[in-house]
């Protein structure tokens, strides 16, 4: 069968081994793949990312070797059943999986190890047990961002935002811009997105989108409608916490101070019992939410220097190179640092129907589609966010330039 294989950061259309699906996997004729961000880093760093992920004991990914067919993002149709499977969809029916595999017990993410080729490829194999028919007539192109909307789905539920926090979204590229669509379809009613690319600002206010910030020209912090919810929710524990927890903010200060006054006065229950009430409910002050969406050195640390007081900051991006962050600033201003990565079985399956039910609207991500022999192009077209948020590859397809 025909693949595209890299190897050394080059691609090559080539004939590759026609695969045969093992025990509990399915064998798929691939629809549509998607490009991920992660893939045009792991087209020169495909090494340094499996040394981290070993490092960490996450051994499923594997360096380049010989060579590796990219794509875990994708859709394609039953060709074929392994040994020990249940066969419960007809051949010919559409599916998502979750890009993994794995030999007896040795697990594989696909499209990273020359042990599970992804879908860059007229054929590919994934696991019984983590494959999901596609319902309502969803199309190949739309289902094939089922995984990376996924990703962006796990890091909404991560940060635990509720509807009438403010959500700051950087970074405004394919993972960005489903985090915009996700949080506006749960309901949250102010989302500020940023990005110095005009053409990604447009997509993200097509997204839902409430402001859309370059932050070349201006603060995306100083664009929320009613700033004084970022700064001035921090004021009632300022005083208890110590006197630099709102910096160089008086009016603040003062905040907590005056509440102090008020509590001790009026109280009809001692005022400390107010305190470990809110803490037991988790209704203390809290501010917004920003999703870290680029994945780059330095952008953590700015983020950390930048955001208000008692953010919590969600990193999305994969940053595949080493940074450096300023602890105390983080801990003055008290902000919270969760990672996300990934999804797990039912996000995965709940993402695939937000998409068929149209919960969500992926049409504002796909920005073109390729041939195999517009990989290269693809790749370069990304790098350069001015027109393409996400490329899809269709095996069949003879186009070859965006």
Same mark, same amino acid.
């Given at each position: 069968?025909?693949?595209?294989?890299?190897?050394?950061?080059?691609?090559?259309?080539?004939?590759?081994?026609?695969?045969?699906?093992?025990?509990?996997?399915?064998?798929?004729?691939?629809?549509?793949?998607?490009?991920?961000?992660?893939?045009?880093?792991?087209?020169?760093?495909?090494?340094?990312?499996?040394?981290?992920?070993?490092?960490?004991?996450?051994?499923?990914?594997?360096?380049?070797?010989?060579?590796?067919?990219?794509? *875990?993002?994708?859709?394609?149709?039953?060709?074929? #059943? &392994?040994?020990?499977?249940?066969?419960?969809?007809?051949?010919?029916?559409?599916?998502?999986?979750?890009?993994?595999?794995?030999? &007896?017990?040795?697990?594989?993410?696909?499209?990273?190890?020359?042990?599970?080729? &992804?879908?860059?490829?007229?054929?590919?194999?994934?696991?019984?047990?983590?494959?999901?028919?596609?319902?309502?007539?969803?199309?190949?192109?739309?289902?094939?961002?089922?995984?990376?909307?996924?990703?962006? /789905?796990?890091?909404?539920?991560?940060?635990?935002?509720?509807?009438?926090?403010?959500? #700051?979204?950087?970074?405004?590229?394919?993972?960005?811009?489903?985090?915009?669509?996700?949080?506006?379809?749960?309901?949250?009613?102010?989302?500020?997105?940023?990005?110095?690319?005009?053409?990604?600002?447009?997509?993200?206010?097509?997204?839902?989108?409430?402001?859309?910030?370059?932050?070349?020209?201006?603060?995306?912090?100083?664009?929320?409608?009613?700033?004084?919810?970022?700064?001035?929710?921090?004021?009632?524990?300022?005083?208890?916490?110590?006197? /630099?927890?709102?910096?160089?903010?008086?009016?603040?200060?003062?905040?907590?101070?005056?509440?102090?006054?008020?509590?001790?006065?009026?109280?009809?229950?001692? /005022? /400390?019992?107010?305190?470990?009430?809110? *803490?037991?409910?988790?209704?203390?002050?809290?501010?917004?939410?920003?999703?870290?969406?680029?994945?780059?050195?330095?952008?953590?640390?700015?983020?950390?220097?930048?955001?208000?007081?008692?953010?919590?900051?969600?990193?999305?991006?994969?940053?595949?190179?080493?940074?450096?962050?300023?602890?105390?600033?983080?801990?003055?201003?008290?902000?919270?640092?969760?990672?996300?990565?990934? #999804?797990?079985?039912?996000?995965?399956?709940?993402?695939?129907?937000?998409?068929?039910? &149209?919960?969500?609207?992926?049409?504002?991500?796909?920005?073109?589609?390729?041939?195999?022999?517009?990989?290269?192009?693809?790749?370069?077209?990304?790098?350069?966010?001015?027109? *393409?948020?996400?490329?899809?590859?269709?095996?069949?397809?003879?186009?070859?330039?965006?």
């Amino acid at each position: 069968m025909k693949a595209v294989v890299c190897c050394g950061g080059d691609f090559e259309i080539t004939d590759v081994p026609d695969l045969r699906p093992g025990t509990g996997q399915v064998l798929l004729n691939v629809s549509r793949a998607g490009i991920c961000g992660s893939d045009v880093h792991l087209r020169t760093n495909l090494d340094q990312f499996a040394s981290a992920a070993a490092a960490v004991g996450k051994g499923a990914f594997a360096p380049g070797g010989g060579g590796i067919v990219f794509g *875990h993002e994708f859709s394609g149709e039953v060709a074929e #059943y &392994g040994p020990d499977t249940r066969r419960r969809w007809k051949p010919g029916t559409l599916m998502v999986a979750m890009p993994m595999c794995r030999h &007896g017990r040795h697990p594989h993410i696909t499209g990273t190890s020359p042990s599970a080729p &992804g879908a860059f490829a007229e054929q590919m194999i994934v696991q019984e047990s983590v494959a999901f028919p596609v319902p309502n007539g969803l199309s190949a192109e739309h289902a094939a961002l089922t995984e990376p909307v996924a990703v962006a /789905w796990h890091a909404v539920r991560r940060s635990q935002i509720g509807k009438r926090q403010m959500a #700051y979204v950087i970074g405004c590229g394919p993972i960005g811009l489903a985090v915009v669509a996700l949080l506006k379809a749960i309901g949250v009613h102010c989302v500020i997105a940023s990005d110095l690319s005009p053409r990604r600002r447009e997509l993200a206010a097509r997204c839902g989108a409430d402001v859309v910030v370059d932050p070349g020209t201006a603060d995306p912090f100083a664009a929320d409608p009613l700033p004084s919810r970022s700064t001035r929710v921090a004021g009632l524990l300022s005083l208890p916490n110590a006197p /630099w927890s709102v910096p160089g903010n008086p009016d603040d200060m003062n905040l907590g101070f005056d509440a102090m006054e008020k509590l001790r006065r009026f109280a009809v229950v001692p /005022w /400390w019992q107010l305190f470990r009430a809110m *803490h037991a409910l988790d209704k203390g002050p809290s501010g917004p939410i920003v999703f870290e969406c680029v994945g780059v050195p330095g952008m953590l640390d700015r983020l950390i220097s930048d955001a208000p007081v008692m953010s919590r900051i969600v990193v999305v991006g994969a940053c595949l190179e080493p940074d450096t962050i300023h602890p105390i600033s983080a801990m003055i201003k008290e902000i919270d640092l969760r990672f996300s990565v990934g #999804y797990n079985p039912g996000e995965f399956r709940d993402t695939l129907h937000m998409l068929a039910d &149209g919960k969500v609207d992926p049409a504002p991500f796909l920005t073109g589609t390729v041939g195999f022999a517009g990989v290269d192009a693809a790749f370069d077209a990304l790098g350069q966010p001015e027109r *393409h948020a996400k490329v899809l590859i269709d095996p069949r397809s003879p186009v070859s330039t965006l």
